[in-house]
C-alpha cells in the first residue's frame, strides 16, 4: 500500500522528474564541453623484495612472510607519497619550465607573468637548492621570497596537493613492481612526473640504505671491538688466577686425589681387618698356654724380644713413610728388609724353645710370633692410611674454593665469548647484505600516452542519472515524512474511528448536483456520484431508521457544506422527504446559496412560527447569521419539541453545524442530533490541536457515525 502510494506521488511529479534531470543534462554538458582530454603514464619499479634471483646471497630471503613482504612494500609505497617527494617532484617540474630549454608544461599564472630573466636565474638557483638538499619552502613569512616562489607553484598547479590527486602508487597484486602511475592533462607533462618521481625516489631510497648500512657497521666494528676486549680481559684474569694459586689443571688434580682417597680407603679396610683376624689369632693361641712355660720361655727369649721390639720400632717409621710416599716402591724395599729382619730374629727366638721340656707346643709359640709380627704391621698401617685420608681430604678442600673461582670465570668468558660470536655474526651479516641487498629499479620508463577515452558523454548521463536519483530521493523524503491523510485506510488508523467513505475531489468552485444524475453529464461525475451512494447508504444504516443528522468538521473549509446539500440531493434522489438546516451561523453557506424561505432563528424562537417546505418535497431551513448559538435562539425544550413536528413531516433531517473548532456552537446541535458525521479534507495531518478533536469524538461513540474523507486522491478512475 505504501508503495503504491509512493508510486502515486512519482506519478504526480512525473514531469519534475522528466525536467530536472534534463536540465541537469544540459548544463553538464556544457560544463564539461571544454574539459580538457586526459593522458595517462605509467612506470614501474623492481623493488627486489620477493625477486629470488635477486637475493641468492641473503641467508635470510627464504624464511621471508609474507607479512613482512606486505609491509615493506607499504613503507616504500608510503616513503614515495611523502611531502619531500613531492616537492621534489614540483621543484623539477618548475624548473623544467623557467629554465626555457623545454616549452613548458603550463603557463605563468596571470599575477607572474611579468617575470624577467633575472628572477627565472633567482628562482631556478633556489630551486636547485631547495632538490639537493630536499627542503621545504619556508611558508612562515607570507612576504618571504620562499612564499612567493611557492605561490608559483601553486599557480602552475605542481603543489603536493593537486599532484597527489592524479596520482596512484600501487603494487602490482602479489609481483616484486610498484606500478606509478597519473593522468594530466599533458602527456609528456604526465611522463615527466612519473619518472622524475621514479628515480628521485630511487635516489634518495638509495642514499638512505647506504647512509643506514654505513651507520649499522659503524656500530657493529665498535660493538665488536669491545666485545673482544671484554673476552680477552676475561680470558688474562683467569691465567693470572692460576698462576697466584699454582693451579694447572682442577679437574686432572682432583681426580687424582680423589683416586688417592679411594685407595687409601680400600687400603684401611684391608689393615683394620687383617689387624682385628691377627689379634683374634693371638687371643685363641694365648689361652692355649700354661703361665709356666710362658715364664720359662719369656726368661729365655727376653734379649731376643728387646732386639725385635727395637726392628718392629724401624719397621713401623718405614711402613709410615711409604704410605706418606704414596707407596713409592723404593721406600717398600727398606720395609721390606726391616721386615725380614724382623722374622729372622722372631726365628731366633724360636730356637731357644728347644731348651724347654715342653717341645710339643714349640708351633704354637712360632704361629704367636708371627702372628704378633703381622698385628703390629697392621696396627701401624691404620694410623698411618687414616692420617694420610685426612691429609688428601684437607687438599681436596682446599681445592673447593679455587675450583668455584675458576668455573666462575670460566662462565664469564663463556658467556663474553658468546657476545662476541653474536656481535661477529651480526657484523658479517649486515656485511653480507650491505653488498647483496637489493636495489631500486625503474624497469618501465614512463612515455607521453595518447589521450584517454573521453568520459564526458558518461559524466553527461551521470549528471542526469545522479539528478534524477536526488529527485526520487527527495521526493521519497518528502513522502517518508508526510504525515498528511490521503486515503480512508490512513485516516480509520490515525484515529481509530471508522470512516463511512470518501469523495474524490471534483474540479471547478462549486458543483451543479443536478448534473450528477442527467443523462448528459453522467459520465464526468459518474464517480463523485457512486461514491456519494456509498456514503448515502452507510449513513442509513448508521441511522437504523432514526432521522437527524448532523455534519460537521475539525475546521471550517473541509467540505461538510458540499457533503451537506450533495447527501440531501442524493436522499431526494430515491423519494425521500429531506430538510436541509444551516445550523453555521458564522458561515452561512447553504443560506446565501439558496436564499431559503424558512429561517432558524424564526422556526426554533420561542413563538409561534410557520415554515413552508420546499417544492418537490424538498425544503431548506437557513440561518441570518451573525454571532449568535442555539440555545441562545430558543430553549431546548422548545428546541426539541419542534424537530419533533420536523420529524413527523420528513423522512430525513440533515443539519450543517459549525466545525468543531467552535466546540460549543456544534455541541449544541448535537444535544438534537440521533447521529452526526465528520468530514475530513485529504492531505491535511492530524497535528496536536486536532488530537483533542479526534479525542471528543471517541467519547461521542453512541452518537458519532464516522469518517467521510472529502478530495481524496484514492483509487480515482481516469477518464480515457
Not at 629554465?99 to 624577467?116: A, Q, S
Not at 642514499?207 to 673476552?231: F, G, H, I, P, W
Not at 724380644?305 to 727395637?310: L, Q, R
Not at 424562537?605 to 440561518?623: D, I, R
Request: a neutral charge; charged letters at 25%.
Amino acid at each position: 500500500m505504501e508503495f503504491k502510494e509512493f508510486l502515486k506521488l512519482l506519478f504526480k511529479h512525473k514531469y519534475i522528474l522528466i525536467i530536472v534531470p534534463l536540465v541537469a543534462i544540459i548544463i553538464t554538458f556544457f560544463l564539461v564541453k571544454r574539459l580538457p582530454n586526459e593522458y595517462e603514464a605509467s612506470g614501474q619499479i623492481a623493488t627486489g623484495i620477493v625477486d629470488q634471483s635477486r637475493q641468492m646471497l641473503d641467508p635470510i630471503s627464504s624464511t621471508i612472510q609474507e607479512a613482512k613482504i606486505d609491509g615493506d612494500f607499504s613503507n616504500l609505497t608510503e616513503v614515495m607519497k611523502l611531502k619531500k617527494m613531492m616537492n621534489m617532484v614540483s621543484y623539477n617540474l618548475l624548473i623544467h619550465d623557467l629554465d626555457g630549454k623545454e616549452p613548458p608544461f603550463r603557463p605563468l599564472p596571470k599575477y607572474y607573468i611579468h617575470m624577467n630573466a633575472a628572477d627565472n636565474a633567482k628562482a631556478l638557483t633556489l630551486l636547485r637548492y631547495k632538490l639537493q638538499h630536499l627542503e621545504s619552502l619556508s611558508l612562515e613569512d607570507k612576504d618571504s621570497y620562499e612564499s612567493w616562489l611557492y605561490g608559483l607553484i601553486v599557480g602552475k598547479k605542481y603543489d603536493d596537493r593537486t599532484l597527489n590527486t592524479g596520482l596512484t602508487i600501487a603494487r602490482n597484486a602479489n609481483s616484486d613492481f610498484i606500478t606509478v602511475s597519473i593522468i594530466t592533462e599533458n602527456a609528456k607533462l604526465s611522463a615527466f612526473i612519473v619518472n622524475t618521481l621514479c628515480q628521485g625516489f630511487i635516489d634518495y631510497h638509495a642514499k638512505m640504505v647506504k647512509l643506514n648500512e654505513a651507520s649499522a657497521l659503524t656500530y657493529l666494528t665498535k660493538l665488536l671491538e669491545q666485545k673482544r676486549v671484554a673476552l680477552a680481559n676475561k680470558m688474562d684474569s683467569l691465567q693470572r688466577y692460576k698462576i697466584k694459586n699454582g693451579i694447572l689443571n682442577l679437574e686432572e688434580q682432583s681426580r687424582s686425589i680423589a683416586d688417592q682417597k679411594a685407595a687409601n680407603q680400600e687400603k684401611l679396610s684391608q689393615a683394620i681387618k687383617d689387624a682385628e683376624s691377627y689379634r683374634g689369632a693371638l687371643d685363641n693361641i694365648e689361652k692355649r698356654f700354661d703361665p709356666k712355660d710362658r715364664q720359662y720361655v719369656e726368661a729365655r727369649v727376653t734379649p731376643l724380644n728387646t732386639a725385635v721390639t727395637s726392628t718392629d720400632e724401624k719397621l713401623k717409621q718405614a711402613t709410615d713413610r711409604w704410605i706418606n710416599g704414596n707407596f713409592s716402591p723404593k721406600l717398600k724395599a727398606s720395609m721390606d728388609s726391616l721386615q725380614k729382619q724382623k722374622v729372622a730374629l722372631i726365628n731366633q727366638t724360636s730356637d731357644q724353645y728347644i731348651n724347654n721340656p715342653l717341645l710339643g707346643k714349640d708351633d704354637l709359640v712360632k704361629q704367636r710370633n708371627t702372628l704378633e709380627v703381622n698385628y703390629d704391621l697392621a696396627r701401624y698401617s691404620i694410623a698411618s692410611i687414616e692420617g694420610q685420608i685426612k691429609k688428601l681430604e684437607g687438599h681436596f678442600d682446599d681445592l673447593v674454593p679455587l675450583d668455584a673461582k675458576v668455573k666462575a670465570y670460566n662462565f664469564d668468558i663463556e658467556n663474553a665469548s658468546k657476545e662476541y660470536q653474536d656481535a661477529l655474526s651480526r657484523y658479517n651479516l649486515t656485511n653480507l647484505q650491505s653488498n647483496s641487498s637489493s636495489k631500486l629499479i625503474q624497469v618501465e620508463i614512463a612515455m607521453p600516452e595518447r589521450a584517454q577515452p573521453s568520459k564526458k558523454m558518461l559524466l553527461v548521463i551521470l549528471g542526469g542519472i545522479g539528478t534524477e536519483v536526488a529527485a526520487v530521493m527527495f521526493l521519497f523524503i518528502l513522502f517518508f515524512i508526510d504525515d498528511s491523510i490521503k486515503n480512508p485506510t490512513q485516516l480509520a488508523n490515525a484515529t481509530e474511528l471508522p470512516v463511512l467513505g470518501y469523495l474524490n475531489q471534483i474540479s471547478g468552485n462549486s458543483i451543479d448536483l443536478r448534473k450528477l444524475w442527467d443523462v448528459e453529464h453522467r459520465d464526468k461525475m459518474q464517480q463523485f456520484k457512486d461514491l456519494l451512494r456509498a456514503v448515502r447508504f452507510e449513513v442509513d444504516q448508521e441511522l437504523d431508521g432514526e432521522k437527524v443528522l448532523a455534519i460537521t468538521s475539525m475546521k471550517e473549509g473541509e467540505g461538510k457544506t458540499l457533503l451537506a446539500i450533495s447527501l440531501a440531493y442524493s436522499y431526494s434522489m430515491i423519494n425521500k422527504k429531506v430538510l436541509l438546516i444551516d445550523g453555521n451561523f458564522e458561515n452561512p453557506t447553504i443560506s446565501q446559496t439558496v436564499n431559503p424561505k424558512l429561517f432558524v432563528e424564526e422556526v426554533f424562537k420561542h413563538k409561534p412560527g410557520n415554515y413552508e417546505p420546499l417544492s418537490n418535497t424538498n425544503s431548506v431551513m437557513g440561518n441570518h447569521g451573525g454571532d449568535i448559538t442555539l440555545l441562545e435562539i430558543g430553549d431546548e425544550r422548545y428546541i426539541r419539541e419542534k424537530l419533533n413536528e420536523l420529524r413527523t413531516i420528513y423522512d430525513v433531517i440533515i443539519i450543517e453545524t459549525p466545525a468543531l473548532e467552535a466546540m460549543n456552537k456544534s455541541k449544541e446541535w448535537f444535544l438534537f442530533t440521533n447521529k452526526f458525521i465528520a468530514v475530513f479534507e485529504a492531505g491535511q495531518e492530524i497535528a496536536n490541536g486536532k488530537k483533542a478533536l479526534v479525542k471528543y469524538l471517541k467519547s461521542m461513540d453512541t452518537k458519532f457515525a464516522g469518517w467521510v474523507l472529502n478530495k481524496s486522491q484514492y483509487n480515482i478512475k481516469k477518464k480515457k
